[in-house]
C-alpha cells in the first residue's frame, strides 16, 4: 500500500532523499519499504503460508544453482539512473560476488531471476504496477505466485516497459525456470491461503505480507 509517514511528522518525502525515508521508516516501524513510481510502498510482516512458499523455494532453488550464482531472500533492486526506486522481492538470483558486497541495491543487470509472492492484501493493480516495474527495469526474468488461488506466472521478455511472454500455471505444475538457471521447480507443497484461528495474543490482526 503506499503510505505517508504520518506517524514520523519529522520526515520530509521529496525526490532524492526517498530512499534515506524508507530506511528511517523501516526502522521506527519494522515493516518492508520500497519505493515504487516515486512513492513509499509499505509491506505488512507475512504470514506463515506466505513465508513457507519462500522457504520452499529457496530450499528447491539453491541447491540446484549454478556454483557462481546465489538465492538470496529480501534483497533489493534499484531501478537504472533514478535516486529512489527500489524494489525488494521475495527471492532473487544474482552472481554469488553480491555475498562479499558491501552494497545493499542490485543493478537489475545481475539478476537473473526476481520472486514476488502475493499477499492476500494486494489488489490487481498493485500487482500489475510491481510487474511493469520489474519490465521497466529489465529484469530478464519475474515469477510471481499467488497462494490466493494457487496459481503462479513466469514473466520473460521485457521489452517496452512490459513483459512480451507469460506463462501461466497452477500449484501442482513444475516451472520451468530459464537460462542460466535452467532448472525445473516443484509447486506441489506451496500451499493456499486460508482462514485459520487466531492463537490469544499471536498478533493475527497483521495482514499477508510484501513482496
Not at 534515506?20 to 526502522?27: H, L, Q, S, V, Y
Amino acid at each position: 500500500m503506499s503510505v505517508s509517514p504520518g506517524g514520523l511528522p519529522h520526515l520530509r518525502p521529496r525526490p532524492g532523499n526517498l530512499r534515506e525515508i524508507a530506511e528511517k521508516i523501516e526502522e521506527a516501524t519494522g515493516l518492508r519499504v520500497q519505493i515504487m513510481g516515486g512513492k513509499l510502498v509499505m509491506s505488512p510482516t507475512p504470514r506463515g503460508k506466505h513465508a513457507g512458499v519462500v522457504y520452499q523455494l529457496e530450499e528447491l532453488i539453491r541447491p540446484k544453482l549454478p556454483p557462481e550464482l546465489v538465492a538470496p531472500v529480501v534483497s533489493s533492486i534499484e531501478m537504472p539512473d533514478d535516486p529512489d526506486d527500489f524494489v525488494t522481492p521475495d527471492l532473487l538470483v544474482c552472481p554469488r560476488e553480491f555475498l562479499e558486497s558491501d552494497d545493499w541495491l542490485l543493478d537489475p543487470q545481475d539478476i537473473e531471476l526476481a520472486v514476488e509472492v502475493i499477499s492476500q492484501s494486494e489488489k490487481s493493480r498493485q500487482i500489475r504496477d510491481k510487474a511493469d516495474w520489474y519490465a521497466v527495469a529489465r529484469v530478464p526474468v519475474l515469477l510471481v505466485i499467488d497462494p490466493r488461488n494457487g496459481t503462479w506466472a513466469l514473466h520473460t521478455r521485457p521489452d517496452n516497459g512490459a513483459y512480451q511472454d507469460v506463462l501461466p500455471g497452477k500449484f501442482g505444475e513444475a516451472i520451468r525456470l530459464p537460462e542460466p538457471i535452467g532448472i525445473e521447480v516443484s509447486t506441489d507443497g506451496f500451499l493456499l491461503y486460508g482462514t485459520t484461528p487466531r492463537r490469544s495474543g499471536g498478533g493475527g490482526g497483521r495482514e499477508g505480507g510484501g513482496g
